[in-house]
């Protein structure tokens, strides 16, 4: 049996509107739209009778306030007389706080635009304060926490081992495949051991690392950070007389820096190492001639730049991670905000750097 | 050891003109409504916010001047629980009560161990030295952080809302802990609650704040009988709309206007 359908009735009388029966959340907006069509004209009144009321709650009582407040606003009378014990007791239940100030007016353009840059401003300085901070804790190793530096690089390093290999390896093979179907048409298959290994050396290997070091652990740092941000333990700490760049930043910065070039010099190998198969099994090339090429194509500097590439990268990801983590106020929301911005913020950081050094090492080497 | 203090965020004045003193071996509340300002104050206290004029000197000490070493001697000798306890969740409850112990002595870590035990046998915690701070109910983690924060013997400690969110039994230990710290040390504590019970079991001396300014600075039993009609609601458990009689829906309504 279905329940019965909520009732109310309306009922003009001369000046006296007489509503009956249940007033509630299912039936307020029926009485809004009768307390519409009934208002009293500017100037003019209106009396509303409550005395058949059986039930009333609080969406009905907001549509007679509403109603009330309509009807000042146009000059008119509009006022509750008559009211059953069922309703006086609804309506003696809430009462009305004082008057709402006017909510604050949009900020004007120039304002906002002043603000932002403000904020900007100050979040540069507290970024380089950060970078100079941990700078200078990184330069005196007693500083480092050993236990904590080490559970980091097991973290950051070890347990990234497999995901940074395959995506290495299978990379290498792409880039092989891709240049072999061009050389091809050449006769120049024996070249895809020169391009797959600079490429993967000078490029490929250093960015495709930094961009998965961003993914999984500069989101890690700065999700990780904010939360303390916001659970208060980095407050806990400052209290207790220790410096979170100290306890919390330098062992998670040093790590970052020492794995990112390790991980590097593995994917560079392996990504060689795609090539290669690609070079053997494919374009039927003999391995020590594979091999060859590939040394011979590649000067100890390309490698020396790989590890500079990685190192500059990897510091920027811990220091943004580190920054984002620490700017972070508020609640929840706001951990989630802040991983997001810190890996945006990272692969930008990691194109934009990786350009100026692909020019750098241009003119250079 | 709070002068003159005012707290600003932005535009926003948030305290104006507190002033507040604590004697040793007292437990010193600070009471108000919420968004009064009493976390702020403890915030400007502990010095975790730079107060925007006045100063507040703990110990004799002027804490928001001192840097370095000296600012780190001296938050040696204060404690702090936090309303959440903000244990470190990476570690266990053990080694949260180790930390401040390993970064500001020279003991060995087996004497820290000991006194790790002792600390968490003080406050009915030694079971969960191995168990991490998720692992543990919230008032167990309540009085973990106190551990924690006592872990230095210190001579002030602060307590924000300590009680908060905790069922009556473990809010009256919590309570009756408090009170044994400040009877067997002689230990100056700082409470910011709201709990009624707990106010009345512990307070010496109340301040009571409205609106960032303190309406009474003065003994538990006469801040209790004060006539402000704020702090009488206070006690009274009445919200203060009701008691300055906000108009009913019932008046509005029937008056014709609101």
Not at chain 1, 145 to 163: K, N
Not at chain 2, 42 to 70: D, M, T
Request: charged share 20%; hydrophobic share 50%; aromatic share 6%.
């Amino acid at each position: 049996m279905s329940a019965p359908s909520p009732v109310f009735t309306a009922a003009l009388d001369g000046g006296r509107l007489c509503l009956g029966g249940r007033l509630e959340r299912a039936t307020a907006r029926a009485l809004s739209h009768a307390l519409e069509r009934h208002a009293p004209s500017p100037g003019g009144a209106l009396i509303v009778d409550l005395k058949g009321v059986d039930y009333m709650d609080s969406a009905a009582i907001g549509a007679l306030l509403d109603a009330q407040r309509r009807a000042a606003a146009r000059g008119s009378v509009w006022r509750v007389e008559g009211v059953s014990d069922t309703a006086r007791r609804a309506l003696s239940l809430f009462r009305l706080g004082p008057e709402q100030a006017a909510p604050p007016p949009p900020t004007p353009l120039m304002e906002a635009v002043g603000e932002g840059a403000y904020a900007a401003r100050t979040a540069l300085g507290d970024f380089l304060q950060l970078a100079a901070d941990t700078t200078f804790a990184l330069a005196d190793p007693r500083k480092l926490r050993l236990g904590a530096f080490i559970e980091q690089c097991v973290y950051m390093g070890s347990q990234a081992l497999p995901i940074v290999g395959l995506i290495a390896a299978l990379l290498g093979l792409t880039l092989a495949f891709q240049s072999a179907y061009q050389l091809r048409q050449f006769g120049a298959d024996i070249y895809v051991a020169n391009l797959t290994g600079i490429a993967m050396v000078r490029e490929m290997g250093p960015l495709m690392t930094a961009i998965l070091v961003a993914g999984r652990s500069g989101s890690s740092i700065a999700a990780e950070i904010a939360t303390m941000q916001v659970s208060e333990e980095i407050d806990a700490l400052k209290v207790m007389g220790l410096d979170p760049i100290q306890f919390l930043a330098l062992p998670r910065l040093a790590a970052i820096i020492l794995v990112v070039p390790l991980l590097t010099l593995m994917a560079d190998l392996l990504g060689v190492f795609g090539g290669y198969l690609v070079g053997v099994l494919y374009l039927d090339l003999t391995s020590g001639v594979y091999i060859s090429k590939t040394i011979e194509a590649l000067a100890p500097g390309d490698l020396l730049s790989s590890m500079f590439k990685s190192l500059i990268f990897g510091w920027g990801i811990g220091l943004i991670g580190l920054h984002f983590g620490f700017q972070a106020r508020g609640g929840a929301g706001e951990v989630g905000r802040t991983t997001t911005a810190s890996v945006v913020a990272s692969i930008f950081y990691l194109v934009i750097a990786g350009c100026f050094f692909s020019v750098l090492f241009y003119v250079v080497l | 050891m709070v002068h003159d203090l005012v707290a600003r965020y932005g535009a926003r004045t948030i305290l104006n003109g507190v002033n507040l003193r604590v004697e040793p071996g007292e437990i010193r509340v600070i009471l108000g409504g919420s968004g009064c300002g009493k976390s702020t104050l403890l915030k400007h206290c502990i010095g975790l916010i730079p107060p925007a004029e006045g100063r507040v000197e703990l110990l004799g000490q002027p804490l928001h001047a001192l840097e370095g070493a000296a600012r780190t001697a001296l938050l040696t000798r204060i404690g702090m629980l936090f309303q959440n306890g903000a244990l470190l969740g990476s570690l266990t409850i053990g080694e949260n009560v180790a930390l401040p112990l390993e970064a500001h002595t020279d003991l060995s870590p087996a004497v820290i161990l000991e006194i790790v035990r002792l600390k968490l046998a003080m406050v009915e915690m030694s079971h969960a030295e191995h168990l991490l701070p998720s692992e543990i109910s919230g008032g167990m983690r309540k009085r973990a952080a106190l551990a924690r924060a006592m872990a230095l013997d210190p001579d002030l400690l602060f307590c924000d809302e300590p009680s908060a969110g905790l069922d009556p039994l473990t809010s009256r230990e919590l309570d009756e802990t408090l009170l044994r710290l400040r009877d067997r040390f002689g230990m100056a504590v700082v409470v910011v609650t709201h709990e009624l019970a707990s106010i009345e079991t512990i307070a010496d001396r109340v301040i009571f704040l409205s609106a960032g300014r303190p309406l009474a600075d003065d003994t538990y039993q006469r801040v209790r009988q004060h006539d402000h009609p704020e702090i009488s609601s206070f006690f009274a458990r009445v919200a203060a709309g009701e008691m300055r009689g906000g108009p009913s829906a019932l008046e509005v309504l029937t008056k014709g206007g609101h």
